[in-house]
């Protein structure tokens, strides 16, 4: 019997003492956040998936495990073992959980779940559509899972207002203005990336999201933070100053369980955000005070960058287009020619292996990995990946969150098509770039492939729209390019990024099936990341981060376009320039000689020459 | 004193009188329709306005008109002489109804308005947003309005299953079959052309809409039907054999306030359509029955043609199709070569004009209507208009939903553009079109802009989607071409169309700005009409009608494509081919290829000579 299977049993025998019928396991922290260390992960201690998506239900004698088209390659290999049924999210004929349940239970089922793991607005999608049985929460997990160890604690830091570009107490003052907030007493923020915003600090708790674990309540007169104290050292002073009382990260469910703390800040209503509240907090809070929900007072600031974020985020952009350009560079020179080149300070020989008697350089996917980390750790003010790279040879560029791992590292080979996608978190920003790039030859139907997730990707980059125009419509923009041709991709086209937070920021989003469509507006950034994905095959994926612009007022209202901040160059060989409109050369030109512009000045000779030749003119 | 002011005085005096302090007249019936008799339209009779969307609120002291783009010029026009403020709908900076009320309202005002003519949700609106002061219903028009008249009420006829394509009896059979309406005892059905889908019956009490006034309450077990006893006589044997028990229009009032009416029918729960139930049956209904609200039962049914309809719709659109032909044929032929024709059976001598020493003919945006009406009259079934011609000359084009008038009625010219916007009631269905005609020759601009719009009416015709896609992303597609030149327009790309019901039919919309989202499915028909309005130039809509089809089922989903239904050219002397892209070019050939096939049989030889060269390819 596989661990899994055994943990699942296990997990079934628990269920069966305490009356449970169905257990759903979501894939959380405490924060609903999107990023959390292992500690938290008890999808992958269950189940053996790694990906960043899922829920497990286990009934009395069955598992069952949601995940996302993203997934369904990486998941069907990885849950094989485990006896898991998958369900293939968004396709026809796959129920949601909601709706799996709902079907499923009956007058005396019992659904349990921990509270602190399922948000409130989770919770009250389930406690909607479930019409029979009754829910309650329950921790199972706890018990059975040794050896689970300690949730990881890091020391926290302080973002200076030149990389902020907004002092906390102007910051307070817009939250204390806010309409939302006004109907309440206290706000209560949980979200880690509206905490960090909100406080300009900074930790890393959390791999690829520089927060740091805690509560945070807003009153009228009073702010109090609730986070590891050990981590706070260097921050002590600094909150003193900005006026924040500060309790162990725990002590928030004393607070909220007690009345008397309640008396005595003055709080009658309290403001959450359902979609990161969790529901044990909730719980409390419904018990002692009036509670309201707002979509997220802070996110809607913070999604709007400031004029100092936008202009650091471009030189974050200028940083992550130089490594990238030397990557690309690389891997034309170095991994398609064969030929050495000195992009790297210092030796790679480490990283890279060597086969037959001539000792021939390969490479693999994790080892560009590294050489990539090593180019982006040679920018100043780089602190780490902003995900794990992906780095995606051939077919695995089909499996579209493909992460490499020693056990699929596969060599780089010839004629096809390596995806990567990486990012980084720069003191003056967080960045997120796709490049798919020819190792060999192309065939005819891989350009014509690429040409078109190229058309794509350039139809989102040129759109034009009227204030109040949301991502829902946005996105036919791209969806159209691959529609027209038969294509899809089963993922939204872009999501917003934070600036030194989650590379996927809410509440902007380009994706058809938006549930909660957004407007965009000036001052967001949003990617622009269509793709398709040919199982056994290949992967082809174009994104570039684009900021929302004011371009003009006229009688029909204020309208807006984009403006392209990532600068690498797309693939000439890989571009057919005869499926490209008179408007598309003409944006792929000028958006090259931008790249070239830019980058070219902080490259050497030979990485600048090969720039030029991979920006010229179509 | 002009008559509106002193009808606006009269009705502050009695507002004074009552102590109301804001009166809200909504433009409606007692069953929100779209189109009703001037019975209802308070709004014509208060403020001189005759568009079709409006909203008028008096205060103490002023009065105000909210109407929407299609309106901002003729509503200027036209309420000029009443002193009401214009309130443009859509704008930045123009507060919406409730927006303004909420804002406006203190503490011990009272807002009023006529119960039957405001839908629940309508009053939920209201209600929800307004935090100060009071809502009442009160009906202080009645009284004021002298020699008001009786409203319209005609003979009831009964739609055959050869053209119904589905019988009453099956059609119960799916009500009472539906999710929605098994949450209740009893459907309350109070849109006119809900009812009439339902009992295959059509009316004429409504001009352009087929439908007849009444209300019908749909039981587990019974069917009651209220109605004008006097225009139901060809149908009462028809009515009993579907066990359809008949009352009078008024009695639903008496029936939905007596208790015991609800005990001898057993209904303790009733389902209402919230968007078409007014507010005054409804209070009843929540005073006897717990009231539940869904988006429309009858609505998501009526809105997918069954096959034969479409059989019929296509049959409807060749009837169409040669009328319109037979009429840009002669627009060009005597319009604008000034040649004698024979399009019409009969002289048309009675409307066109003469003038000058030679007796040169001439004609108007009025003659053009009339000529428009024969040939559609001489079409077999052809019942009526589906809606009152737009027939707009030059500038008149760039008024969204002109009409002309005797007084604003104007000579057609040369060298500019002629807006048609029309559509006739079939046996075998509904249809709408507008064309947009150059008379004499074109500058460069009016030929780049008449392309433009062709494009975008051709980028949503050539739409694939797949199952989930909403008209709000849709949309994209046809604005997208607008944007991109500095263009928009004011209204939404494309409505449902009704089978020989109203031609504006939820839920399927086409607009970028929708509240309500609704997947495009197969069997819906919905048009397709980008335009531009050039204030002072021109207008140019072109409008097709669309049949959402399946395409195909793949990896990705269901997906699904639209087949046109519209048969009448383009002009080609407008269209710049330089500005298409092949795959536009494709569409358009074939497009007039499939005109000239289906509409040249039944043309004269002339006329098909026309066809041949107006549909050629380019």
Chains 1, 2 share one sequence.
Not at 103 to 118: I, P, Q, S, W, Y
Not at 316 to 334: N, Q, R, S, T, W
Not at 352 to 379: A, D, P
Request: aromatic share 10%; glycine share 6%.
């Amino acid at each position: 019997m596989s661990i899994y299977k055994d943990r699942i049993k296990k997990l079934q025998e628990s269920m069966q003492r305490l009356g449970v019928d169905y257990y759903l396991i979501p894939l959380a922290d405490y924060h609903n956040s999107e990023y959390f260390d292992s500690y938290y992960n008890i999808i992958k201690y269950m189940s053996g998936f790694r990906g960043s998506n899922a829920a497990l239900v286990i009934t009395r004698d069955k598992a069952y495990m949601w995940t996302d088209g993203r997934y369904f390659i990486q998941a069907e290999m990885q849950i094989k073992r485990s006896g898991i049924i998958l369900m293939k999210q968004g396709m026809p004929d796959t129920p949601t959980v909601v709706e799996f349940l709902s079907d499923k239970m009956c007058e005396d089922d019992v659904l349990a779940f921990d509270g602190r793991l399922v948000s409130v607005e989770g919770y009250e999608r389930y406690n909607n559509a479930i019409k029979r049985g009754r829910i309650c929460d329950a921790d199972l997990i706890s018990d059975l899972w040794e050896n689970r160890g300690e949730p990881v604690r890091n020391n926290v830091w302080i973002l200076s207002e030149e990389y902020a570009g907004e002092s906390v107490e102007q910051k307070l003052l817009r939250i204390r203005g806010d309409e939302n907030y006004n109907k309440a007493d206290a706000l209560i923020v949980t979200d880690l990336c509206d905490i960090a915003w909100a406080l300009n600090m900074r930790g890393s708790d959390i791999s690829h999201m520089p927060v740091f674990y805690s509560y945070l309540i807003i009153t009228k007169r009073n702010v109090i933070l609730y986070a590891d104290m050990s981590c706070l050292t260097d921050t002590l002073s600094y909150l003193e100053e900005n006026g924040v009382t500060v309790k162990d990260y725990e002590e928030i469910y004393k607070d909220l369980s007690d009345k008397q703390f309640y008396n005595s800040y003055g709080i009658y209503k309290t403001l959450i955000d359902d979609s990161t509240c969790n529901t044990a907090i909730f719980t409390m809070l419904n018990e002692n005070s009036e509670v309201l929900k707002s979509a997220g007072v802070i996110r809607t600031m913070k999604c709007i960058k400031n004029r100092t974020e936008i202009k650091n985020i471009k030189n974050a952009h200028i940083k992550d287009g130089i490594a990238m350009c030397k990557f690309l560079y690389f891997l034309d020179k170095a991994v398609n020619e064969g030929c050495d080149t000195d992009i790297l300070v210092g030796e790679i020989d480490d990283i890279i292996g060597y086969r037959g008697n001539g000792e021939k350089k390969y490479y693999t996917e994790l080892s560009l990995v590294e050489i990539l980390h090593r180019l982006r750790s040679e920018q100043e003010g780089f602190i780490e990946e902003s995900f794990d790279t992906i780095s995606a040879w051939a077919e695995h560029g089909a499996i579209v969150h493909y992460e490499p791992t020693p056990k699929t590292n596969a060599t780089i080979g010839r004629d096809n098509f390596l995806l990567v996608d990486s990012g980084g978190h720069y003191l003056e920003g967080t960045t997120d770039i796709t490049r798919t790039i020819l190792i060999g030859d192309a065939s005819l139907k891989m350009v014509r492939e690429y040409t078109m997730v190229l058309k794509s990707n350039i139809a989102l980059a040129r759109a034009v729209f009227y204030d109040g125009v949301g991502g829902k419509s946005l996105d036919m923009l791209a969806r159209n390019e691959m529609w027209q041709r038969g294509y899809d991709y089963m993922h939204g086209t872009g999501h917003g990024v934070g600036y030194l937070l989650s590379v996927h920021e809410g509440p902007n989003n380009i994706s058809i099936r938006n549930r909660r469509d957004v407007p965009i507006r000036p001052g967001m950034v949003t990617t622009d990341e269509p793709g398709i994905y040919l199982r056994d095959e290949y992967g082809i994926r174009l994104e570039n981060e684009l900021l929302c612009k004011v371009l003009t007022t006229n009688e029909y209202g204020k309208s807006y376009n984009f403006e392209c901040l990532t600068l690498a160059p797309f693939q000439l060989e890989c571009i057919d320039s005869n499926y490209l409109t008179v408007e598309e050369k003409d944006y792929l030109n000028s958006y090259h000689k931008k790249v070239y512009k830019l980058i070219s000045p902080h490259l050497t000779k030979d990485e600048a020459d090969w720039l030029k030749e991979a920006t010229k003119e179509i």
